[in-house]
């Protein structure tokens, strides 16, 4: 019985293909999903940052223009709570520092975002002019100068933290889907597959039909069915035709007069003998059917057996005389006239031997005549 290997199964190919399938969109929106929260996520990060400075601005031109560095360094770590600030400092006019701070150290350990997004530090200077309500000032003066060491990457350690786990979720939901895709095909075509191609191994050499697959009556694997059903059908024809045939050419052969043998184009094996064969050669059906041409003309060997099978597929039929060993070990005569057939898809050699006895002692007899007559002139 032919089987298919698990590696060359059109329907594991075509699941794994699925699976694939599956696992690469999946993949392609998980990705897209922790694109679009990463911009929402600066997005928001920034516009935070904008309105802390908005909303310290006025307080901070009243520290530097008072040079009142404890209020400067309260504003200043005020705004160092903002996630996406690296550190900043306050200026009077003339560029004295008067607060200063930064944040810890960035944790590096965010891969998901360090492929986002480059590792850069943005720097901004934003000038600190008088507010327009206190009048006391110069209109036009400066008071001072804040500065801003801006990281966007420190605003993304809680959405890190938050992919992370949903890149986990997405992992789970992926491997879900896979084992449950692979359950529902294994049970709607592998699983009918297999079991019709078992049926068509086991029953299409009985010649029996094959029975549909339950709710495959009319998909493309009952149409799989019926088509191999009609084949073994036709088979089934052909087969019963083909053995009418054999029987026909069988009979024809029996009712011979001359002796009739098939060989094997290969080995000179004999495969079928009429029963004028057995009668000439004085063998039972039995011993001769396990003989070779070589066993009943010894003079012959393989090359000259190859010779004349070539001159006999040449020519579509040869005629030669030979001597044939019968079973008392008596050289017999013999005028053959051969051909080609195939029978069964066996390449044989089909060969009507004339029993030339008769006719030799025929022309013994009468070669003596003409010879006494001959001597009486």
């Known amino acids: 019985m032919i089987g298919v290997k698990r590696a060359d199964s059109l329907a594991i190919r075509a699941v794994f293909s699925a699976l694939i399938a599956v696992m690469l969109v999946s993949m392609v929106f998980s990705a897209a999903q922790v694109y679009l929260e990463f911009q929402d996520e600066l997005k928001a990060d920034r516009l935070a940052l904008s309105r802390a400075v908005s909303a310290s601005k006025p307080a901070l031109v009243n520290a530097a223009y008072q040079l009142d560095s404890v209020l400067a360094q309260q504003l200043i770590n005020g705004l160092l709570m903002n996630e996406i600030i690296d550190a900043v400092r306050l200026e009077d006019d003339s560029g004295a520092v008067l607060a200063s701070g930064s944040n810890p150290p960035l944790d590096e350990s965010m891969p998901l975002v360090s492929l986002l997004i480059d590792k850069s530090i943005t720097r901004e200077a934003i000038p600190l002019f008088k507010d327009p309500i206190d009048a006391s000032a110069d209109s036009s003066g400066l008071y001072g100068t804040l500065h801003l ?91 019963k035709q083909i053995a009418e045939n054999e029987q026909r050419l069988i009979l024809i052969l029996d009712g011979a007069g001359d002796a009739c043998l098939l060989f094997d184009l290969i080995d000179g094996e004999i495969v079928y003998a009429n029963q004028a064969a057995f009668h000439l050669l004085d063998f039972s059906e039995s011993e001769l059917l396990n003989k070779h041409i070589f066993d009943i003309s010894p003079s012959l060997d393989a090359i000259e057996w190859n010779e004349r099978v070539r001159i006999v597929t040449a020519n579509r039929s040869h005629q030669r005389e030979g001597t044939l060993l019968a079973r008392s070990g008596d050289q017999i005569p013999v005028e053959s006239t051969s051909s080609t057939i195939s029978l069964n898809g066996r390449a044989l050699l089909l060969s009507f031997m004339r029993d030339m006895r008769s006719r030799k002692r025929l022309e013994t007899n009468l070669a003596h005549a003409q010879k006494l007559t001959a001597l009486g002139e």
């Open 149 to 239: 060491s801006i990281e966007p990457r420190r605003g993304m350690q809680g959405f890190s933290e938050r992919n992370r786990q949903f890149l986990w979720i997405a992992i789970l939901r992926i491997i879900l889907l896979v084992v449950v895709l692979t359950f529902i095909l294994r049970r709607q075509i592998i699983s009918p597959l297999q079991h019709v191609i078992s049926d068509i191994q086991s029953l299409s050499a009985l010649g029996l039909t094959i029975q549909k697959p339950k709710r495959h009556e009319q998909d493309e694997i009952g149409v799989l069915v019926s088509e191999v059903n009609a084949s073994i059908e036709r088979q089934k024809d052909q087969l």
